[in-house]
Each structure stands twice: as C-alpha cells, then as structure tokens.
T-cell receptor, first 121, second 116 residues
Framework: DTGVSQDPRHKITKRGQNVTFRCDPI?????LYWYRQTLGQGPEFLTY????????KSRLLSDRFSAERPKGSFSTLEIQRTEQGDSAMYLC???????????????????FGEGSWLTVV | AQKITQTQPGMFVQEKEAVTLDCTYD???????LFWYKQPSSGEMIFLIY??????QNATEGRYSLNFQKARKSANLVISASQLGDSAMYFC?????????????FGTGTSLTVIP
C-alpha cells in the first residue's frame, strides 16, 4: 500500500496521559499536514511541514501539542497531558509542493490517511 | 465568515438516481481551487474531484461532476447513478493560491444515504 498510513488507528487514554501518533506520508510527497476532526465537523488544520521544516501552526495547536518530522519522511504528533476536549480524529495528509507561479492551480490535492481516533476518558 | 458552507447536513437518494450536494465558498483571492472529498465510516478522506477558479469547463470524474458557478461562488457536486457504496460524508474544500502552503478549508459536510 503506497498511501498515507497512520498509527495507531485507535487510542483510548486517561486524562492527563501523553499520546503520540505517527504518520507515514506517500513516499514522494514533501509536504505533510496534520488535521483534527471532531464529530459533525470538517477537518481543521493543525500544522504542516515542508520536508523537515514545520512552516505553520494553527492557533488550535496549543503548547500541549508538538509535531515533528525529523528526517522529512514520517511525522509524529504528540499530545501531552491529554484533556477530554482532545478527543477527536487526527488526520494526516501529504502532497507535493507546487513550484513556480501559475495562473490558477494545478489541482495539487492533499491525500489523507485513515486517521487516528483518540478518546480521552 | 465561513470559507466553505455546506447547508445540507443530510441527504437521501434512491439508488441509480442523481443527487446534488451543495457547496458555497467565500474568498477574495482570484486564484483558488475547489475540492470534494468523500469520507466513509472508516474515516479516510478520499479525493473525488477538483475545480480551478480559472477552469472554463466544469470538472468531471466518472460519475462525479462539479457544477461550478463562479459568480454565485458555488461548487456543487453532482453524483450520477448513485450506488449503495456512495453512502458517506462528503466534504467540500477550498485552497487559495495566496495560501499555497498549508490550509485546505473544509465545510461541515453532508451525509449522503443511498436507499436501495
């Protein structure tokens, strides 16, 4: 399977514990994204990497959240001191970086993994 | 203001019939892309179709077509000949050229149920 893979798919943890999710993007993609999705909502942007550099972080990403992509390949998302409000699905996605200026888009979409469901009890 | 608005929380369609899922968007960027994703109960977001703001023709991908009305800022998804496997959540998303690094803005989704 050459798609985006995420691990674990499901995690139940007690409030206050730390959790870590891993994402392996499509191998030739240099951009990697983390999104969060709660019930009844669309995905909300958390952060993205271009290669190993973390280029943007959303306000949703509190200081309890940290994401890394040490070698520009896989990424980890760690949540420290989990709270019940952290319960959500965490989606990873990857894409190519568009190069040059262009009128309009090339249609460079992002491809998602199956997500990691987090339940904080 | 919401970047993407999907006003239909749930839709039902008879198998083999066509269905239209509504999406309106808000942007001041003249260059943008509009996307539709399908999310089955397994959770994976599956890319369906893309429309660029400068594209002259409506996008089509198999049974999926995008009814793009730029002046009205709408990008409705049309699914023809619905199949039971089409039952899922459908999300409309937008990406702006001025914002190429990062964000896709998603709507709240429409739950589609195909009735046998």
């Amino acid at each position: 399977d050459t798609g985006v893979s995420q691990d674990p798919r499901h995690k139940i943890t007690k409030r206050g514990q730390n959790v870590t999710f891993r994402c392996d993007p499509i191998s030739e993609h240099n951009r990697l994204y983390w999104y969060r999705q709660t019930l009844g909502q669309g995905p909300e942007f958390l952060t993205y990497f271009q290669n190993e550099a973390q280029l943007e972080k959303s306000r949703l990403l509190s200081d309890r959240f940290s994401a890394e992509r040490p070698k520009g390949s896989f990424s980890t998302l760690e949540i420290q001191r989990t709270e019940q409000g952290d319960s959500a699905m965490y989606l990873c996605a990857s894409s190519f970086r568009e190069t040059g200026n262009q009128r309009g888009f090339s249609g460079n979409t992002i491809y998602f993994g199956e997500g990691s469901w987090l339940t904080v009890v | 203001a919401q970047k993407i608005t999907q006003t239909q929380p749930g839709m039902f369609v008879q198998e083999k019939e066509a269905v239209t899922l509504d999406c309106t968007y808000d942007t001041s960027d003249p260059s943008y892309g509009l996307f539709w994703y399908k999310q089955p109960s397994s959770g994976e977001m599956i890319f369906l179709i893309y429309q660029g703001s400068y594209d002259q023709q409506n996008a089509t991908e198999g049974r999926y077509s995008l009814n793009f009305q730029k002046a009205r800022k709408s990008a409705n998804l049309v699914i023809s000949a619905s199949q039971l496997g089409d039952s899922a959540m459908y999300f409309c998303a937008m990406r702006e050229l001025a914002n190429t690094g990062n964000q896709f803005y998603f709507g709240t989704g429409t739950s589609l149920t195909v009735i046998p």
